[in-house]
């Protein structure tokens, strides 16, 4: 009787391979000791720049970090739903959430220090572009998943005058699209990521200019990013301009 040997000789190469898919899926990036650095550094110069931060999620492959099924923000949103309270510029807190969660993304809470304008990636290239032309100061820029820009600006969500204050949510109803298309102020109440941050699909978000620019007044931004983004919303019909870029619950 044979040994069998010549029987299964070859047979390795046609077994069934195992997918690449879970594989890939299972991998997930490590930081190195560079890139950690790097991201504590920036987000310890947020911090020192006044900008309130907390911990947030961050993508596993194309599923979100954190227990919810079928997440619809992925990697975009705060892990506690005390996010606001918990918000800090305190270093050593952040340097704690940083080494604790080397992978996590960080929020900054909005309405504090600082707003931030959102718009259309392609809406803001123009309207900064315009606005360098004039000499207009503009402060620091976000690049926010290839599709978004986001203007850091000094706050106006608290004013002395109460009367004056509106909250976030406003901003995004469909009435107030009509005259700001494609456009999400996002004030008390809100948040956005801050660069450092890596979304599903390799993403990021990343500064293009950064804190090192003094935040500006909104209003002198916004002629500049309404037209932009008016522009672009006449451009591109199919676009629902109604859709929130940062919904403001999980």
Known sequence: MGDGIGRYRGTENRLPRESRLPQWLRRRPKNTDAEDSRRETLLLAAAAAGLPLAPAAYPVAYRCSCDRVGCP?????????????????DPAQIERWAAGEPEANFITATGVVHDVLDVPLEAGGRALARLLEQNIDVGPVAESGGDRMLFFTATRGT????????PCELDCHPETMDEHPGLRWHCRGSYVLVPP?????????????????PLPDPLTLLEALTDACARYAGENQQVDQHE?????GR
Do not use: K
């Open 73 to 89: 923000t992925p990697g975009r949103h705060p892990v506690s739903f005390a996010w606001l309270t918990q918000s800090t510029t």
């Open 159 to 166: 004013p002395e005058d109460e009367d004056e204050w509106w």
């Open 197 to 213: 941050a890596r979304l599903p699909g390799e993403l990021e978000v990343t500064w293009l200019r950064g804190l090192e620019h």
């Open 244 to 248: 929130v870029a940062w919904p403001l």
